[in-house]
């Protein structure tokens, strides 16, 4: 069953206006341009020294003395970090305050605000320990990993950045193979992936609706209704933010389905003539078998506004509220669904609701993904289908 949390459309497209994870002084910070807003990051490698290595090298023991924040079993080394000199040792004494509780768990970031020398505001920080691998070579390495930290904007609080939990983990785990105490790869492979942590965790919305402007529509659309979506005449990094707004708009997953369903969606999905191609060798670029419905192109203004703003975080809000609002709208639908199965003024409203919604065909394709073992309510999905044809063939 889906959940929802908004209580109208309205209220779920005005959240730049209403939303109170986002106070007077955030908004006004937002208002600065992409070049202007500072990230930063640190590593440090994580140590326990119960299990301490006895032929660590000279260097090693002093890069430990000068940099290290000691605890009674563990040792955290500074490894790199592009903090000012007087915020970095309050952000290591911070970490190892977390290290010492075991609050942060291997593999699992962890978000929280921190005082920090960056501004009188406090700073939203990610945090995440890496766990070395366990090797049979190596058995003194057990316990041992490291810690990344990673800092916007003065302006981003902790519930702010709580909205790219999810693409933050997943970069900071890029990081899992090209890890070494010693750091050797730091310049060439290491500072580069951190320093670019912002832009490629957190501005891949930003950059798609930028992109596409009053197009986006039709990209929402699509990510509604499960079409597959080729990208030509663009670079692999603008291929990969497309396909991470679709994951991110999508609705897959919610939504129940049999195998046999499933496999016809995605068979039909996968018809060439019905591909959303969008070519990017044009400006602007050129869409073909581009769909889109009054649901989806209702919400255009409000990612073309946040945009406009250089806003990140409350792009990912509104995309979220997209998302909640067609959540609720299958809500609705499948009440009425169940209620038409016993009465006909419940299939008389259930029209009604699909014919003001916006959304009427994509929310009968979800709905008929998910009661396809039900015949009586396929049955019903029958006829909302037939009367949402006769009021497209009426408008026309």
Known sequence: MFTSQTSSFQE????DERDGDFDNEEIAGYSQKIQQINSYYAIYYYQSTRSEASGESVAWNQRRSDSTTSQDDFSLTLLDSSLAPEAEPELRSYIS???SKGALLGGMGNIATVELSLSEQAVGCYCCLLEQEKSPQQPEADGNGWVVS???SPYYSS???QTFRIELDKYVQGLQGSLTPEMENLETDLRPYLSCWYEEAVMHIHRVVQLLQPNIGYLLHAALSHKLVEVTGADERTKADVARFIKAASLQGLVQEDTTTASLCKAMSEESHTNLIIDFSTTPPALTNAVSNRFCDDWIQAFLNAAERFNPFL?????ENFKLKAIQDMNNLK???RQAE???YALFRCCLFLQNCGNGNVLLQNARAEHSSLPEACGIINVLEEFLGEQAQGTL
Request: glycine share 0%; net charge positive.
């Open 12 to 15: 779920s497209i005005d959240v």
């Open 97 to 99: 305050r977390r290290l």
């Open 150 to 152: 990673l800092q916007p």
């Open 159 to 161: 519930l702010t950045l």
């Open 315 to 319: 792009l990912r809000q509104i995309l």
């Open 335 to 337: 009440r009425f669904i």
């Open 342 to 344: 016993m009465s006909h």
